[in-house]
């Protein structure tokens, strides 16, 4: 069942742009996804600063909750521009602490945000929706024994990465009993949880989502074995193209997988949902971003750009969303 968004606390403030206030953008951040939330959040910045609205970068640099309520309150902000990727930006803290503060925010609100940064549950929603998604198993810290037998089922190569997190920190893709442990315990070494999927053949494809509506489909082609850290952030390690090679008829199939993953999460404002497209043309969704990376080159803003939307209007249209929505 679709999640429907309840909070109501936005709803009612109808202010035109001119009218936003100060625009406070949260980058950094205490996780493994730092360096690339400030490269958001400064890019961000810069663009909001052009477009004539005040605002002030701030960075957070640590995942204390009085600590962190006591610096956004400190700035005196109207609205903040969540630009802070995987825990404590993804995972619905942050979206706590400025709920808690009564301030606008963009994108989704904490029980979406929390859906959406744990795979497992996310998984579980989707393939009892009707979604695909591949094969996996769950396994926690505290109970993993390196002696299980496991995963025989799932068959060679799997994919092993953390339950929360993403920019594929902790990932690996395992061709062989022999390389399983070590994967595991690198997963392991970013999050308490971790989840192990079979490898599915196919093309990479992301969809970005804004204002419930799907933008142009992204086929990206690493240079590296799979798209790891190095072919997401490294200069000419991965080609995209702007919009995927697809027949209009499977175009249209992964486009409405992503969207109703994205409504299923009851995510708002932009997400990116990543899926494989199967040999046999069929959508398998791997994960969905709620704060996806916000670069003039990062996917979500070449998919927008693809339709006319430059970057200083898409960061313009996520503040006006901010005022506007109805947040889970």
């Not at 392991?188 to 999927?197: L, R």
Request: proline residues 3%; hydrophobic residues 40%; glycine residues 8%.
């Amino acid at each position: 069942m679709i999640v429907k968004r309840q909070d109501k606390r936005a709803q009612g403030q109808d202010k035109s742009l001119s009218r936003v206030g100060r625009i406070g953008v949260l980058m950094g951040g205490p996780s493994s996804e730092r360096e690339i939330s400030l490269k958001s959040g400064k890019a961000i910045y810069e663009s909001l600063k052009n477009s004539g609205l005040e605002a002030i970068a701030i960075d957070i640099n640590t995942d204390d909750i009085q600590a962190t309520s006591q610096l956004i309150r400190s700035q005196k902000i109207d609205c903040a521009f969540i630009a802070l990727h995987g825990r404590f930006g993804e995972d619905g803290q942050i979206q706590e602490i400025l709920d808690r503060s009564g301030l606008v925010y963009t994108g989704s609100a904490v029980e979406a945000s929390r859906r959406a940064m744990n795979k497992v549950v996310s998984h579980e929603i989707f393939s009892s929706n009707g979604l695909a998604v591949p094969r996996y198993r769950a396994l926690n810290k505290n109970s993993f024994s390196k002696d299980d037998k496991f995963f025989a089922d799932l068959g060679f190569p799997l994919v092993v990465k953390p339950v929360t997190g993403g920019s594929s920190i902790g990932l690996s893709l395992v061709d062989s009993q022999g390389s399983l442990i070590e994967a595991i315990d690198l997963a392991f070494s970013y999050d308490e949880s971790i989840i192990i999927e079979e490898y599915i053949k196919g093309r990479e494809l992301t969809v970005g989502i804004l204002n419930e509506e799907a933008l142009p489909v992204i086929e990206i082609i690493p240079k590296n074995k799979f798209f790891d850290f190095q072919a997401k952030y490294q200069s000419g390690m991965t080609d995209y193209i702007v919009p995927a090679k697809l027949e209009k008829e499977v175009t249209q199939r992964v486009k409405q997988a992503a969207l109703l993953a994205h409504k299923l999460l009851g995510c708002f404002g932009c997400s990116r949902v990543d899926l494989i497209l199967s040999r046999d043309n069929l959508p398998f969704i791997l994960e969905i971003n709620t704060i996806p990376g916000f670069t003039s080159t990062s996917l979500l803003p070449k998919a927008a750009k693809a339709v006319g939307i430059e970057f200083n209007q898409l960061c313009m249209k996520l503040i006006e969303l901010a005022y506007a929505q109805t947040r889970v």
